[in-house]
């Protein structure tokens, strides 16, 4: 068993009043972090995008729908995603699970999807954004975007923006809400976010691991700039979940990328000499502790890496107010909408 849990004092009348020390390991395995927090996940509503099987996402799922009230897995294909939803119905035969298909690379899909949300009866505690586009040749969307930021970015910037009702539902005096965003530690590689590119993609200029890290490099700046513009409303955190081989880093347009980083070998199977691997199991454990973990109740905005706050991993260009703020202000422009921070009726406007 690769957690511990040291019990330093219980009161049998109250969770709140439990002290637990958790000690995880490289090793721990996302369920054994579902386990952990198992009470902060009960009665939850959580939201996971890019479900697919022999990915994080899905095994992210397939944790919490062990102790979560509601689980949305979602997907661009519905036939997939019945295979995801089946396979964790066969594992948790308890678990409520919904399908949402879902398309980030769209704004009307992403749109489209969140209408279907926002027309569900429940609200939502918790949105992961998970999913990613191939990192692979130039593409452009239906919306004249490049397809890592428009996937990555673009889309679950506008969606989390559309479900922020759903998310505030959830607030009170003693819960907040959060969004996860599943970021890289390869951001450090890159440059940062190349603004003109965003809004000027030049299949000239473009390099694929380039536009990869600028991607993870946004999801960061993007948690850090949720969590200051809700002013605790909303906690969003970044996380590196580790070196892992899923269906999407082993995808055949993936491929010549992830050789060129370095984190496929010639041979096309991962490089051992140059990364600590972890497994698919291994890897979906910070998401879940970010999403979570109470200790980082009063750290709004944070980076994770093996389930503790990485803060001092940021690269500078991920972390620099100006660049949050002005990727804020240039993705409020893409989409032609303005993120505001509107509260449902019963809360409070002293919490948003």
């Known amino acids: 068993m690769s957690i511990s849990l040291l019990l330093i004092h219980y009161n049998p009348w109250s969770f709140l009043t439990n002290l637990w020390k958790?000690?995880?390991?490289?090793?721990t395995t996302a369920e054994e972090v579902a386990t952990a927090f198992a009470h902060e996940i009960k009665g939850k509503n959580v939201l996971i995008t890019g479900t697919s099987q022999n990915g994080i996402g899905w095994e992210t799922a397939r944790v919490i729908a062990k102790h979560a009230n509601l689980v949305i897995i979602t997907g661009y294909n519905d036939d997939r995603l019945k295979l995801s939803e089946d396979a964790i119905k066969k594992d948790v035969p308890s678990a409520n699970i919904r399908r949402l298909t879902l398309d980030l690379s769209s704004l009307a899909a992403v749109r489209k999807a969140a209408a279907e949300v926002n027309a569900y009866s429940e609200p939502i505690h918790v949105l992961i954004h998970n999913a990613a586009a191939a990192v692979g040749p130039f593409k452009l969307t239906v919306d004249g975007l490049e397809s890592q930021i428009a996937t990555d970015h673009v889309g679950p910037f506008l969606f989390t923006k559309l479900l922020a009702a759903k998310l505030l539902a959830t607030k009170t005096p003693s819960y907040?809400?959060?969004?996860?965003?599943?970021?890289?530690?390869?951001?450090?590689?890159?440059?940062?976010v190349d603004f003109t590119a965003i809004t000027h993609p030049n299949s000239e200029t473009y390099n694929s691991a380039v536009a990869y890290f600028a991607a993870k490099s946004a999801n960061i700046l993007t948690a850090i700039e949720l969590s200051k513009r809700s002013q605790g409303a909303i906690?969003?955190?970044?996380?590196?979940?580790?070196?892992?081989?899923?269906?999407?880093?082993?995808?055949?347009?993936?491929?010549?990328?992830?050789?060129?980083?370095?984190?496929?070998?010639?041979?096309g199977l991962p490089n051992t000499e140059k990364f600590q691997w972890k497994t698919i199991a291994q890897g979906a454990a910070t998401t879940v502790a970010a999403a979570f973990d109470p200790r980082i109740n009063d750290k709004p905005g944070s980076y994770l890496n093996d389930w503790q706050l990485a803060n001092e991993a940021v690269a500078a260009h991920s972390s620099d107010p100006v660049n949050t703020e002005r990727l804020w202000k240039i993705t409020e422009e893409i989409i032609g909408e303005k993120f505001?921070?509107?509260?449902p009726a019963h809360v409070p406007r002293s919490l948003i």
Do not use: C, W
């Open 235 to 267: 906690n969003a955190y970044s996380l590196h979940p580790g070196v892992i081989l899923t269906n999407l880093s082993s995808k055949e347009e993936s491929l010549s990328t992830m050789q060129e980083m370095g984190i496929l070998g010639p041979d």
């Open 340 to 343: 505001i921070f509107e509260a």
């Open 176 to 192: 907040t809400p959060r969004v996860v965003f599943v970021s890289s530690g390869a951001h450090n590689f890159g440059p940062g």
């Open 22 to 27: 958790l000690a995880f390991s490289f090793t």
